[in-house]
Nanobody, 120 residues
Framework: QVQLVESGGGLVQAGGSLRLSCAASGSIFAINGMGWYRQAPGKQRELVAGITSSGSTAYADSVKGRFTISRDHAKNTVSLQMNSLKPEDTAVYYC??????????????WGQGTQVTVSS
């Protein structure tokens, strides 16, 4: 079993910053890509940022220049530094990881989600 646990969400004023963290634990053999998605009320879940095992990153156009994704391979963690937050960034943020679990096959795993609310 593999678990992803997020932390760092909360309420912040527009222009402020938050840092989200996600730790993967369990029977992990290897982790390929990791990423952050978000889902606002009434909207579909969307990719915010992703990072490969080699460190290549990709961002949604709406967050480029404001958000930075990073990962720590030794700790199996991925973080999302969010600066210059806007009210439209308000959503539940989900951590995602493409994991090869011990004795199993490659699968996508999700965290439980953490609420980010940006007030105007």
């Amino acid at each position: 079993q593999v678990q992803l646990v997020e932390s760092g969400g909360g309420l912040v004023q527009a222009g402020g910053s938050l840092r989200l963290s996600c730790a993967a634990s369990g029977s992990i053999f290897a982790i390929n890509g990791m990423g952050w998605y978000r889902q606002a009320p009434g909207k579909q879940r969307e990719l915010v940022a992703g990072i490969t095992s080699s460190g290549s990153t990709a961002y949604a156009d709406s967050v480029k220049g404001r958000f930075t994704i990073s990962r720590d391979h030794a700790k199996n963690t991925v973080s999302l530094q969010m600066n210059s937050l806007k009210p439209e960034d308000t959503a539940v943020y989900y951590c995602n990881a493409d994991v090869l679990a011990l004795g199993s096959h490659q699968s996508d795993y999700w965290g439980q989600g953490t609420q980010v609310t940006v007030s105007s």
